[in-house]
């Protein structure tokens, strides 16, 4: 087994240099890559999100150890690990009105303090301030992802007004880096804990300075920027609701978020067990996984300057789910298809890649800018409930016999998450159509006059082009 890891690990990281290189030679890329002003702010966003997500890295490989190390039964772990999920649905679902109605800025530094809160709680072995932790650490993730995208949707199309196109730039860009910081997290977590010798607390402790930098990074460097600030949080929080419910469009989306998202953390609790063989290197195993996002994430641009569409690369990264975990349901717990059970994982973390800016820039679409943080917590409340659910079927063996069922209940949450997708492709082509754009060219730009009326057969309906760079940037033909 290790040679096979390590062996994918080094054709896999050749893989992703080459796609990234080429991915760096699309249309958009270099568009945007050329406009000092879009580098400029791109970066003020890169600096700080990247050493949040570095923090939250640190914290990853060690939370179960840590636990352990303390003390606990798997039991009490299980239910340490269901608290968290428990208080995102319950308390973080506020963090994005909280956000909209006071400020993206604001809600940004607050995430820093009561993350670096959580990460003290675990100097602590009581049970008590591990609760507590878990439950703020809960909160922190529902901020983590949903304040810090809203704010940069806000100022790259209000602010700065720059062509919504590049969104996948910038979202495509984080997806890869996102992947080769969390192979180098695991690789400092590794140090301070196991070669240092400071114990399993030590990247909790070594995730302060990081989240304590972004905050003050965010204070010196980000201008406020609101969405709905005329409404109490009880009722942002309701009209954020009522929008999904009767915006087709979003309903939609959102289902696929939550049904795709809730089987990859469900995966995160599956595969350590199933590929835990005498001396397997599983932080080699799970260096791999990043390593296929951040090939998934270099096929999204490439994809994207072939034709392909933002709606149907999500629909791709589903199916390729779909693939991946109907390959599981027959190749788990046989020993002799172990390698073919870790290269639907690797499959699986491919589609991953490609996920996650898709579904950034369509959520940057189609939500609402007033209650964009709203709405992107409330994504997540199905989410938090179907992973909280596969976990307590998993420890509770007389309802989930054997890994292979939660698998097929994750093929068909993602099948319905595939339908979810291909009505929403539908629905967003046919606004666009009618917003008077074409969809699927090299670029996406107005109708004209005549186009409009012989191909649609309706009044013309003005729209902004989408290639317009406005108060902060020159356009792609001037750059």
């Not at 999100?49 to 009490?76: E, I, N, T």
């Not at 009618?434 to 004209?448: F, I, T, W």
Request: charged letters at 15%; a neutral charge; one cysteine or more.
């Amino acid at each position: 087994m290790d040679l096979v890891v390590y062996g994918t690990f080094v054709g896999l990281v050749l893989g992703a240099m080459i796609l990234q290189f080429t991915a760096g030679k699309t249309k958009q890329q270099i568009a945007s890559g050329e406009n000092p002003h879009f580098k400029k702010f791109q970066l003020s966003f890169f600096m700080v999100y990247f050493m949040a997500l570095f923090s939250d890295w640190l914290q990853g490989p060690y939370v179960y150890k840590l636990y352990a190390h303390y003390g606990y039964a798997s039991d009490q772990i299980a239910l340490l690990y269901v608290v968290g999920f428990a208080s995102s649905v319950l308390f973080g679902t506020a963090t994005g009105p909280l956000a909209d109605r006071f400020g993206r800025k604001k809600m940004a530094i607050s995430f820093c303090f009561i993350y670096s809160f959580c990460c003290l709680t675990k100097l602590s072995s009581s049970f008590f301030w591990l609760f507590l932790g878990r439950v703020f650490g809960g909160i922190s993730t529902s901020m983590l992802f949903s304040t810090f995208e809203s704010w940069y949707v806000y100022e790259h199309t209000e602010t700065h007004d720059f062509p919504s196109e590049w969104i996948s730039v910038t979202l495509s860009k984080a997806t890869f880096w996102n992947g080769l910081l969390a192979i180098n997290a695991g690789i400092f977590a590794n140090i301070v804990a196991e070669s240092m010798e400071f114990g399993p607390v030590a990247p909790f402790m070594l995730a302060i300075p990081f989240l304590l930098c972004s905050g003050l990074l965010i204070i010196k460097t980000w201008p406020e920027n609101y969405g709905n600030v005329s409404n109490n949080v009880g009722k942002s929080c309701m009209e954020g609701l009522k929008t999904i419910i009767f915006k087709e469009e979003i309903l939609f989306l959102g289902i696929v978020q939550s049904l795709f998202e809730a089987n990859m953390y469900i995966f995160v609790f599956q595969w350590t067990p199933i590929l835990d063989r005498e001396n397997t290197p599983l932080g080699m195993i799970f260096s791999t996984f990043m390593v296929c996002i951040m090939i998934g994430s270099s096929l999204y641009a490439i994809l994207l300057h072939k034709k392909f569409t933002e709606e149907k690369l999500l629909s791709l990264s589903v199916v390729m789910a779909i693939v991946s975990m109907g390959i599981c349901i027959s190749t788990t717990g046989n020993d002799d298809l172990i390698y073919v059970t870790y290269a639907a994982f690797l499959l699986l973390e491919i589609s991953v890649g490609i996920y996650f800016p898709a579904i950034g820039y369509l959520r940057s679409q189609v939500i609402p800018e007033s209650l964009r943080a709203s709405i992107m917590n409330w994504f997540r409340v199905p989410m938090n409930v179907l992973t909280c659910s596969g976990l307590l079927l998993l420890h509770n063996h007389t309802i989930i016999s054997s890994t292979q069922n939660m698998f097929a209940i994750c093929t068909g949450l993602l099948v319905v998450a595939l339908m979810c997708s291909s009505k929403f492709s539908r629905i967003y082509s046919t606004r666009s159509i009618a917003a008077g754009v074409l969809v699927g060219n090299d670029e996406k730009r107005p109708l004209s006059a005549e186009e409009d009326e012989v191909d649609l057969g309706f009044a013309i309906v003005h729209s902004k082009p989408s290639m317009q760079s406005g108060k902060a940037a020159t356009t792609p033909q001037d750059a």
